[in-house]
């Protein structure tokens, strides 16, 4: 008898186990899917000498993001989800000798109901990410 329920506690623990394995795939999925087709104010933090800056983000749900700094300004970068909680940014870096890529990745948390945080390796603020509207186009 006591056999038998040290086996039936075993199956349970390793149930909630594959639950646990589990876990991150689904959530890497929600962020992908609360996040894509959907504007966001961004407002990143001041680095050193540099100033807050605020624009407008769009991430499509095909990998790409538009910036749009002001109504003559727009940048287009990739992004990409590759962790439950990390998000990378890839941008096109314009130099004399020809072009190269920057990848920048972060820590993106839920803050509030509408907001995402997104943090460097150092835990620091990096930016943060607020719905607007409904959050479906780019104004």
């Known amino acids: 008898m006591q056999r038998s ?64 700094y002001n109504p003559s300004h727009s940048k287009s970068v990739k992004w990409q989800v590759p962790q439950a909680d990390t998000l990378c940014i890839t941008a096109r870096r314009e130099k004399q000798t020809g072009s190269d890529y920057i990848t920048r990745c972060g820590r993106l948390r839920k803050e509030g109901e509408t907001s995402w945080r997104w943090d460097d390796d150092k835990g620091e603020r990096r930016a943060v990410f607020r719905l607007l509207g409904r959050g479906d186009r780019l104004p």
């Open 5 to 68: 329920a040290y086996l039936f506690l075993a199956f349970i623990a390793s149930l909630v186990g594959l639950v646990c394995l589990c876990g991150p795939a689904a959530a890497e999925s929600d962020i992908v899917a609360q996040l894509s087709d959907r504007t966001f104010l961004v407002v990143e933090a001041a680095r050193g000498k540099a100033v807050e800056k605020k624009y407008h983000a769009y991430f499509r749900g095909d990998g790409t993001m538009t910036m749009k």
